[in-house]
């Protein structure tokens, strides 16, 4: 009887796992916000899209990227410079948004929330899709 209801627990708590990993992510409740905030002061028409090209104003500026290309790899965030820039993954000079004492941009801002940074993550990996 106690093995019973014990299964009956395990069995009952898988979906609910499964649930909390496949949450879609939308860019325009989840996403769009987090870069409004944080990114378009210097994104759109500022400081980083005059020297970059890189323009967060919409889900088509976004994902044209830079002048040299696409900074984001859809289904693939390890490979997505976006990510990479925001997620600490790359030189502390070039990190997004600017945070560290020898970065090349300018103002000491703070660098996204662990929340923030995978909500995006787990945007690029679903498909980066405009939704
Ligand atoms: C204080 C201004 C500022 C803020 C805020 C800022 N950036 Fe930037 N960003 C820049 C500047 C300046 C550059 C160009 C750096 C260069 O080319 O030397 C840049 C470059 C970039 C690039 C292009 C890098 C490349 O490979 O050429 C990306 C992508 C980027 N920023 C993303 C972001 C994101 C995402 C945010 C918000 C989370 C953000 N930035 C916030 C100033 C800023």
Redesign the pocket.
């Known amino acids: 009887m106690r093995t019973r209801v014990l299964s009956i627990v395990i069995i009952a708590t898988i979906p609910l796992f499964g649930a909390g990993c496949s949450k879609q992510v939308s860019y325009n409740n989840d996403v769009n916000p987090?870069?409004v905030s944080?990114?378009?002061?210097?994104?759109v028409g500022?400081?980083?899209?005059?020297?970059?090209?890189?323009s967060?104003q919409n889900y088509n500026s976004l994902m044209k990227?830079?002048?040299?290309g696409p900074?984001i790899v859809p289904g693939d965030s390890e490979s997505s410079?976006?990510f990479r820039?925001?997620g600490h993954k790359a030189d502390p000079k070039?990190q997004?948004?600017?945070h560290h004492d020898d970065?090349?941009?300018?103002?000491q801002?703070d660098p996204?929330t662990e929340e923030?940074i995978e909500t995006?993550k787990m945007w690029i990996d679903q498909g980066a899709k405009n939704n």
Not at 38 to 43: E, F
Not at 46 to 54: D, V
């Open positions: 987090i870069l944080n990114c378009l002061t210097c994104h500022g400081e980083g899209t005059e020297k970059s090209g890189f967060v990227g830079t002048k040299f900074v410079t976006l820039l925001i070039i997004m948004p600017p970065a090349q941009a300018g103002g801002l996204l923030q995006i």
